[in-house]
């Protein structure tokens, strides 16, 4: 049985003391939802103020190299110090605003991995790749080159994020029949490069616009098995509702 799971991308968002207060209702309410993992994706200079919340929590970036001469960076041994259990992986964001490449991904991915801390592998088509029909290609090219070179025992821990890229901060959310097509897709891939079992135990998460209404119905699709939430992630009501929708 795979996990259900709601996340919550803070991104580049909240003081110290509105994560600390976020933080802490999400997780005064997360303990009362049954059956649902609660994740959350502050900035990292937060993460060891949340993480002695014990909320579970993950970094939204990291520089795959142990350590040296790396002005700026944060390596995973050190944020996994600070308390990150996951890290995010190709968030659009990264690979737009970034320049973050496939190699550079899959870097990270084997960086993660070696650390024994989780991926929450993010992929998703932009705008024009959606309206030219080839989203299918184009997502599970972007598991092939970045993520589907790892072991079959490293695949069943991690976690894939379909977020696409035309329903990121746009209010425009992927239909039902949208996202389960894709997250059944995805599924299938796995079970082709690995096994039925591995992708029957794969956690497959939405995001882009999930909120408050369109949560539960999302939810309720048999290959979406829960969200990465950005903008409604920042209030910790909706966020709440968001992991109450199953
Ligand atoms: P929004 O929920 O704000 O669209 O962001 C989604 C996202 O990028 C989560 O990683």
Redesign the pocket.
């Known amino acids: 049985m795979r996990n259900k799971i709601v996340a919550g991308?803070w991104?580049m968002n909240l003081l110290l003391a509105e994560a600390i207060d976020l933080g802490r209702k999400i997780k005064e309410a997360a303990s009362e939802i049954e059956g649902v993992q609660v994740l959350l994706f502050p900035s990292s200079i937060y993460l060891k103020s949340l993480a002695e919340i014990a909320i579970p929590v993950g970094a939204q970036n990291f520089y795959p190299a142990e350590n040296g001469a790396f002005t700026g960076e944060i390596s995973i041994s050190q944020l996994k110090d600070c308390g990150a259990t996951h890290v995010?992986i190709g968030?659009?964001?990264r690979r737009a605003i970034f320049g973050e490449q496939a190699d550079f991904l899959k870097q990270k991915v084997d960086s993660a991995i070696a650390h024994k801390i989780t991926p929450v592998f993010?992929c998703g088509e932009p705008l024009e790749i959606r309206e030219a029909g080839t989203e299918l290609v184009y997502v599970k090219r972007q598991l092939e080159e970045s993520l589907f070179h790892i072991l079959p025992e490293n695949m069943q821990n991690c976690i894939v994020?379909y977020?696409p890229v035309w329903?990121?901060?746009?209010g425009k959310t992927a239909t039902v029949a949208q996202a389960e097509e894709m997250h059944r897709s995805i599924r299938n891939w796995i079970t082709e490069k690995y096994t039925e079992t591995i992708a029957q135990n794969c956690s497959i998460i939405y995001?882009?616009?999930?909120?408050v209404s369109n949560a539960q119905e999302l939810f309720s699709s048999p290959n979406v098995d829960g969200g990465?939430?950005?903008?409604?992630?920042l209030q910790a009501e909706s966020f709440i509702k968001i992991a109450q929708s199953f």
């Open positions: 991308n991104k995010l968030h659009s964001e993010c994020a977020e329903a990121i901060g746009t995001g882009g616009s999930c909120n990465l939430i950005g903008g409604a992630s």
